[in-house]
DNA sequence: GGCCGTCTGTGCGCTACCTTACATACAGAT
DNA sequence: ATCTGTATGTAAGGTAGCGCACAGACGGCC
């Protein structure tokens, strides 16, 4: 039988006051997060804020054409579902699973009332909110600015700050759909990559060898959004 | 003598219930907001959010080689300087007045506190903000996968719904440094659009002739983030 | 009326990425 | 051991947008 994990894996609530924590300890709910699943649909209401410890889920935006593209991702730093805090209810994009794992969910009825306090749950989440604001914002300015192959660097290290080993679960198509480019682009991405010996992939499995050779050949992005995300949650673990 | 305008001419000041509405009118401080000034730099912490009535306001973010994307664009629906409520302080952008005007502003501390009550003007400046936050990716995903015309279009329409006429005092250069493309395309993009006779332009002039033209040639991203902030904000007055 | 700075138009070669098409290779199933 | 579906590699031709260079054209100013 599975041992239930640690919620606070999850940096949001390991961030939480103690008076917080107890109160939702017990509503908090494990939920399993395979590859794939649409955690919430664009337009729809959620039921439930999903804080990941060990998924990685993507906010993806469709096309009426059904292209794509990822507009921010969320790990175990921090929540999806922010509409419902924000008081839309709803967002135009689509959260899926992007790389599987667990997580913890509350309900959002907690999560509200837990808001009109105007405690410090607010605040950490309004936080956290800004930082997942300008991941957007360096997304919209990389996918005008940048080469593919810095972008892939991008999303390669975005994905691993949020996982435990080296070693993502991802074949070149979904990180092509994800970055909104062609399959192929992809393919001569990873190709210069692994000649680089930065990284090492087959069907579907990448592993990064040289993080530091990544972070040499991205572009501005990855650091700017990384550095954001540690001024604005510094009370959080370190990754 | 120029006569101090209204501020309820923005939005979000003239949905503040009749309470907070005569707590803030003391403490709102009118504004010229000349073509071209900074408003806040990239990293540095804000003394007042501002209100604009008649001017728009482009969110941009500059890269180190000097290249500039356009994350959002606020008018007089919307209020500038997120950040002091976020929780923030500064944000990674920077905010440049696109279209001359005015607004009104709001030192930090007041709206800070204002916030602490968890009321109502929470609440409403926290669905603005989940509005911008559907600009931030509509915007990422059209940088993606849309061509610079229909950017313009895109452009030309979200200005157009911030401004009182149809008129656009802007430089194509200035147009291309917003969308982050060459100064020639816009004239090429602008030139096609003169041509269908949707828009008239001169020296920096531009005047909008028919703007169902517009919307007919622009991505479906006009649309959605127009549909999202009606839907977000209904309680402000018709544009 | 002429000057000059700014704004707009145009052309050319270049590159990144796209569309399409197909070839290869690996992994698990029968 | 072969089959089959999926993942990855490769190639040809097309295009949007870029960098660069320069020409015209308008408008305010002396």
Not at 9 to 30: G, I
Not at 104 to 113: G, S, T, V, Y
Not at 115 to 141: D, K, N, S
Not at 171 to 197: D, F, P, S
């Amino acid at each position: 039988m599975p041992i239930t994990p640690d919620p606070k894996l999850n940096h949001l609530l390991a961030a939480l006051p103690d008076a917080e924590w107890c109160r939702w300890q017990p509503m908090l709910q494990w939920v399993k997060l395979p590859l794939g699943e649409v955690m919430y649909e664009s337009g729809r209401t959620l039921g439930h804020v999903y804080f990941p410890t060990t998924a990685i889920i993507s906010l993806l935006y469709v096309l009426e054409d059904g292209a794509s593209a990822e507009i921010a991702v969320v790990g175990n730093e921090g929540v999806v579902g922010i509409s419902l805090f924000m008081g839309g209810e709803s967002t135009t994009s689509r959260a899926v699973v992007q790389s599987a794992g667990e997580g913890w969910r509350l309900p959002a009825r907690a999560l509200k009332q837990e808001f009109e306090q105007a405690g410090p749950v607010l605040h950490l989440l309004l936080r956290y909110t800004q930082a997942l604001i300008t991941q957007l914002a360096q997304t919209a300015v990389c996918n005008r600015h940048h080469l593919l192959d810095q972008q892939l660097c991008r999303w390669l290290l975005l994905s691993l700050d949020r996982l435990q080993g080296s070693e993502l679960v991802m074949t070149q198509e979904l990180i092509a759909n994800m970055l909104g480019v062609r399959r192929e682009g992809v393919t001569e991405g990873a190709l210069k990559l692994q000649k680089a010996g930065l990284i090492h992939y087959q069907r579907g499995h990448i592993t990064v060898l040289d993080r530091a050779g990544l972070e040499k050949r991205t572009c501005e992005c990855y650091a700017v959004v990384k550095k954001e995300y540690d001024r604005l949650l510094p009370d959080l673990p370190a990754q």
